[in-house]
């Protein structure tokens, strides 16, 4: 195979056949094209861009990469969500335990944290002896018998996108709509789902700045999923501000449970009930109803204990208000209302507090973030508390402390905002 030509004519703009594109990730999924090549490769797509044949092709070749999950038959409809990426976004720990309780089986695939976004998996893994490691097999019968399992993608799961994904994050690639496209479908057909919903983020602290870009990818992953035949609707959703009022992996757990129990921050709610709403079947009022009883918290349970986590150790930490070693409190200086909260600022102090990584492998602190955070468009008295840093010294808070006053901006006058969720794309 001359992967050359092919290079060049994808950087010339030329379209290559599905069957070119299929033989090109089984040649480097084999390792016959090395990785040099390939990054000349998707630089091309990222440049050029893809057309909906090649995006099909791409998307079904990485797929094809791994296995794909087979589910005995039944009435429960196999679903999933995946969200493009947010500070403070925390959906999936709500939404996949509350979908097996309203009879959805939802076998969810999620990733780590990587710059400012946070990952579901590292979430989980601030749980005491709760393991993420699940085997295709593992999956599959724990969904079946209990309607959800939350896993990391295995080498069984489009190990292309694996290998893709990183040369992608160090090559500049990443922002590439059939690269997205092909990336997150890959993995969401490996599911064996009937239907997905998407949470595509614009905004401060989102791949996707713009509004208009935010469409543009959300159209073309929702027409593919169902070319595909996955039932597919996404959300479009500010992430200008974080989502909810924590930001860092065990403080983010402790939100989560909140909203399980029915007292959840309003916007992580919305969000949660409005992926509900988006899937075939989705009652919203039936969701709020399980979230209120206190069906969906147990259901959590079930899920940690399932997975191994250490239930008495997780409820007796639920119940600390502080489990990292140092925490400072942000104050308002005049009264007013806060016009800002900026994501992309607190995404970026987290992670530097030890709460995400710069690099693949670096280690992450699961206690440390920010909590209490108030929102755009509430009232503030001088001296209230804006949000509480958790440190692990005090050098780091005071620093964290600084940077945490330049993410909030308070105004005498009430901010106007376009709500959280601007459209859905179906
Ligand atoms: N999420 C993914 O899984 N892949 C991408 O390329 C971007 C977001």
Known sequence: MNFLSFIEQKRDGGELSPEVIGELIVAYSGNTIPDYQMAAFLMAVNLQGMSGNETRALTLAMRDSGEVLQFPKDDRLIVDKHSTGGVGDKVSLVLAPLLACLGYRVPMVSGRGLGITGGTLDKLESISGFSTHLS???LVAQVQSIGVAMGGQTSEIAPADQRLYALRDVTGTVPSIPLITASILSKKLAEGLDALVMDVKYGRAAFMRERDEARALAETIVALAAECGVQCRALLSD??????????????????VACLEGNGPADLEEITIACVDNLPGGDADKAREELASGRAREKFNELLVAQGADIKAFESKLNKDVTAPVTSELRADQDGYVHRCDARIIGE???DLGGGRQK???????????DHIVKPGEPVEKSAVL????????????????????????????????????????
Do not use: C, Y
């Open 360 to 370: 693949m492998d670096d280690l992450i602190q699961s206690e440390v973030g920010i």
């Open 239 to 256: 992430m200008d501000t974080p989502l909810g009022r924590t930001v860092g992996n065990w403080l983010e757990v402790k939100e989560s």
């Open 387 to 426: 949000a509480r840093v958790h440190a692990v010294s005090d050098s780091d808070a005071k620093i964290a402390l600084r940077r945490l006053a330049e993410a909030f901006e308070i105004s005498a006058d009430l901010p106007t905002s376009d709500g959280l969720i601007t459209e859905v794309v179906s």
């Open 349 to 351: 102090l987290v992670r």
């Open 136 to 138: 295709a097999e593992r």
